[in-house]
């Protein structure tokens, strides 16, 4: 399945991940890269300091390591790299896998982590394998560049975590080399650009809850236990169950983090707005939770698919 995004933070807050894995540091780490005109990235690096306390949500998401003694083929682009070092430390820790990292820059002043990066790989020459990819020396990654980069990988399991375009490099490089979607892990991350909807979101909202007048049952299955709720029109798969005191993974509730994705198992839902999955995802029956208002008389959710 693809991998759901991890992001515990709302519409506008900047890019913040888990940069520790459980089992090997004991304290707790983000990495908040300073964006230009990013309001809270700003605010963070400048107001809060040692001693500060924050309030957080707990960890949420799905883009952890997968247990398998496959190899791993990781690709991160830019701050892409922050949870993807927290699974190359996990993996390192506690397996005796084999990593290879593509980790792709716009220039060497960009790299996050190099000198902690060059440690690890230091400490463990036989297993972790670190392969740079700067744009303005070796141009933007490319879908036959990640190809290249496959050979000796039959059977690895693929973790991608970065921008858009870096994303769709990596993912159309990875199909045109047959790997099987299974195999592909993957957090997605954007920046929307404004508050505002798109006349194309209010007809598509406008559209779906129109259709949203027929459904009466709504199963979902959560962390294992099917819930049979009954349906309000005009609400959203995610607010229902929410509503219901079943509580499923979300994150933005905007339709961009992937963090509430679940697999439609049968009837239909429209959604009001889709900013992250992909065509491929929905041939495959994803769906977003938080956008997706039921259609038909039945509705069945499932969130542990995959
Ligand atoms: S909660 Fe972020 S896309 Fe649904």
Same mark, same amino acid.
């Given at each position: 399945?693809?991998?759901?995004?991890?992001?515990?933070?709302?519409?506008?807050?900047?890019?913040?991940?888990?940069?520790?894995?459980p089992e090997c540091e004991s304290e707790h780490k983000v990495t908040i890269k300073r964006i230009g005109g990013g309001r809270v990235s700003n605010?963070?690096?400048?107001?809060?300091?040692?001693?500060?306390?924050?309030?957080?949500?707990?960890?949420?998401?799905?883009?952890?390591?997968?247990?398998?003694?496959?190899?791993?083929?990781?690709?991160?682009?830019?701050?892409?790299?922050?949870?993807?070092?927290?699974?190359?430390?996990?993996?390192?820790?506690?397996?005796?896998?084999?990593?290879?990292?593509?980790?792709?820059?716009?220039?060497?002043?960009?790299?996050?982590? #190099? %000198?902690?990066?060059?440690? &690890?790989? =230091?400490?463990?020459?036989? !297993?972790?394998?670190?392969?740079?990819? /700067?744009?303005? @020396?070796?141009?933007?990654?490319?879908?036959?560049?990640?190809?290249?980069?496959?050979?000796?990988?039959?059977?690895?399991?693929?973790?991608?975590?970065?921008?858009?375009?870096?994303? #769709? %490099?990596?993912?159309?490089? &990875?199909? =045109?080399?047959?790997?099987? !979607?299974?195999?592909?892990?993957?957090? /997605?991350?954007? @920046?929307?650009?404004?508050?505002?909807?798109?006349?194309?979101?209010?007809?598509?909202?406008?559209?779906?809850?129109?259709?949203?007048?027929?459904?009466?049952?709504?199963?979902?299955?959560?962390?294992?236990?099917?819930?049979?709720? =009954?349906?309000?029109?005009?609400?959203?798969?995610?607010?229902?169950?929410?509503?219901?005191?079943?509580?499923?993974?979300?994150?933005?509730?905007d339709g961009y983090c992937s963090c509430c994705m679940a697999k439609l198992i049968e009837g239909e839902v429209k959604m009001r707005k889709n900013?992250?999955?992909?065509?491929?995802?929905?041939?495959?029956?994803?769906?977003?939770?938080?956008?997706?208002?039921?259609?038909?008389?039945?509705?069945?959710?499932?969130?542990?698919?995959?």
């Open positions: 399945m693809p991998a759901r995004s991890c992001w515990r933070f709302r519409r506008s807050w900047p890019r913040l991940s888990p940069t520790k894995p605010w963070l690096n400048d107001n809060v300091s040692a001693g500060d306390v924050v309030q957080v949500l707990p960890p949420a998401g799905r883009f952890v390591l997968r247990e398998a003694d496959r190899p791993l083929l990781l690709f991160a682009g830019g701050s892409g790299i922050t949870p993807v070092i927290a699974l190359i430390k996990s993996a390192l820790t506690r397996t005796s896998r084999t990593l290879k990292l593509v980790y792709a820059n716009r220039d060497a002043a960009s790299i996050i982590f #190099e %000198a902690e990066l060059g440690e &690890l790989q =230091a400490r463990h020459p036989d !297993r972790l394998q670190v392969v740079h990819s /700067l744009d303005d @020396s070796d141009g933007f990654l490319t879908p036959e560049r990640v190809q290249a980069q496959l050979a000796g990988h039959a059977g690895a399991h693929f973790y991608l975590c970065g921008p858009g375009g870096f994303m #769709e %490099a990596v993912e159309q490089g &990875l199909e =045109a080399a047959a790997i099987p !979607r299974e195999a592909i892990f993957k957090e /997605l991350f954007v @920046s929307p650009e404004d508050d505002v909807p798109t006349a194309e979101e209010l007809a598509s909202t406008a559209e779906a809850d129109a259709g949203a007048g027929g459904c009466e049952t709504l199963l979902v299955t959560v962390d294992g236990t099917l819930h049979e709720l =009954a349906y309000e029109a005009g609400k959203t798969v995610l607010q229902t169950a929410r509503d219901a005191g079943v509580q499923p993974p979300f994150s933005c509730e900013d992250c999955l992909t065509p491929r995802d929905l041939e495959d029956g994803w769906v977003l939770a938080c956008q997706s208002v039921p259609q038909t008389k039945t509705v069945k959710i499932d969130w542990d698919a995959g």
